[in-house]
């Protein structure tokens, strides 16, 4: 079974503070998705990384894959008030058919002014 | 709006009642995916299908869940004799595939409520 393990599971900042949420597994996946979810909507996606070692970025967010595909992290620049929300990284089955997301339990993010 | 669409938003029921929910993928979107997610968790996967064809269903899925998605467009998911345990919110995601890569757009969600 393919698992990810997010941490912190809560974090709340200052504006203007960096911050770094990790997506780790023991599990190879094809891909990995980042997204960010508000109360009461769906997640929406920010990225998707495909090739272990790549990086995206995104204004202040930048998406990293981990070389051996096991793992992810965002990192959030001079953080503000509105990137409050719920981040929820996926992974894509490594095998198989299957477009199924497995997400790790999510990271809250709370910005303060 | 082209995006994905589900009703109802919000749904309460009691105990041992039964329930329907409604996902508007997409439009050309070949695959529809449903998710669960409790309260502080990330969404857990259900089922989903490519056009009408039910491919893969979670064990998560237990007998009192079925969905369908008849004519490969919209997709419904029922709940037969509603538990306490099954108050999540319901999402459901379209895709296209077309190669080895996809994305998946997720509706705004149906919160359930079971009293």
């Known amino acids: 079974t393919q698992l990810l393990e997010q941490s912190p599971q809560f974090l709340s900042i200052q504006e203007g503070e960096n911050l770094t949420v990790y997506c780790n597994s023991s599990?190879?996946?094809?891909?990995l998705q980042w997204y960010r979810q508000e109360p009461g909507e769906g997640p929406v996606l920010l990225v998707t990384?495909?090739?272990?070692?790549e990086v995206k970025k995104l204004k202040r967010l930048t998406f990293q894959f981990g070389d051996a595909r096991k793992d992810s992290s965002l990192h959030i620049t001079a953080a503000q008030p509105g990137d409050t929300g719920l981040y929820l990284c996926?992974?894509?089955?490594?095998?198989?058919?299957?477009?199924?997301?497995?997400f790790g339990q999510g990271t809250t993010l709370q910005v303060k002014p | 709006d082209t995006g994905v669409s589900q009703d109802p938003r919000h749904k309460i029921t009691k105990r041992g009642q039964n329930v329907t929910f409604r996902c508007d993928p997409i439009?050309?979107?070949?695959?529809l995916y449903w998710y669960r997610q409790t309260l502080g968790q990330g969404p857990e996967f259900l089922t989903y299908?490519?056009?009408?064809?039910?491919?893969?269903k979670s064990r998560l899925l237990s007998d009192r869940f079925s969905a369908e998605r008849p004519k490969g467009s919209f997709s419904t998911l029922e709940i037969q004799r509603t538990e306490q345990g099954d108050s999540a919110m319901y999402l459901c995601?379209?895709?296209?595939?077309?190669?080895?890569?996809?994305?998946?757009?997720f509706g705004p969600g149906t919160r359930l409520l079971v009293l």
């Open positions: 299908f490519q056009n009408e064809a039910q491919l893969e």
């Open positions: 990384v495909v090739t272990g070692g």
């Open positions: 995601a379209s895709s296209l595939r077309t190669g080895v890569q996809e994305t998946q757009y």
């Open positions: 599990s190879v996946f094809s891909s």
């Open positions: 439009s050309e979107h070949n695959r």
């Open positions: 996926a992974g894509g089955a490594s095998r198989g058919n299957t477009g199924k997301l497995i």
